[in-house]
């Protein structure tokens, strides 16, 4: 069963600096064969994206929400995705998830993901 296990997640002031960490396991195959993706839902939201890495690096996008402030990357021998969030604002304030798509190339939809992880909330004071 394949497994994407977030963390890094918690309570930050406004201004503060997060790093979410997203571990495929084993199960998942070849890791470098996967777009990794990072979403977000706040209480009462739809899910949205956040931002996402190509399978073989190439390719980056973010939401126009966290650009110039979160960064992505993928560390493939750790089979892990990362997401660097920086000056947060309370509007930050979610559960992030990490998803896998198989030669994933639709960034920003939810159903081009084949496994999500469980979620790590993030909250941002003010």
């Given at each position: ?14 201004g503060g600096s997060l790093r ?14 996967y777009t990794m993706g990072w ?88």
């Amino acid at each position: 069963q394949v497994q994407l296990v977030e963390s890094g997640g918690g309570l930050v002031q406004a201004g503060g600096s997060l790093r979410l960490s997203c571990t495929a396991s084993a199960s998942i195959g070849t890791f470098t064969t996967y777009t990794m993706g990072w979403f977000r839902q706040a209480p009462g939201k739809e899910r949205e994206f956040v931002a996402a890495i190509s399978w073989n690096g190439h390719t980056i996008d973010y939401a126009d929400s966290v650009k110039g402030r979160c960064s992505i990357s993928r560390d493939d021998a750790k089979q892990t995705a990362y997401l660097q969030m920086n000056s947060l604002k309370p509007e930050d304030t979610a559960v992030y998830y990490c998803a896998a798509a198989k030669f994933g190339s639709s960034f920003g939809s939810p159903i081009e993901y084949h496994y999500w992880g469980q979620g790590t909330q993030v909250t941002v004071s003010s």
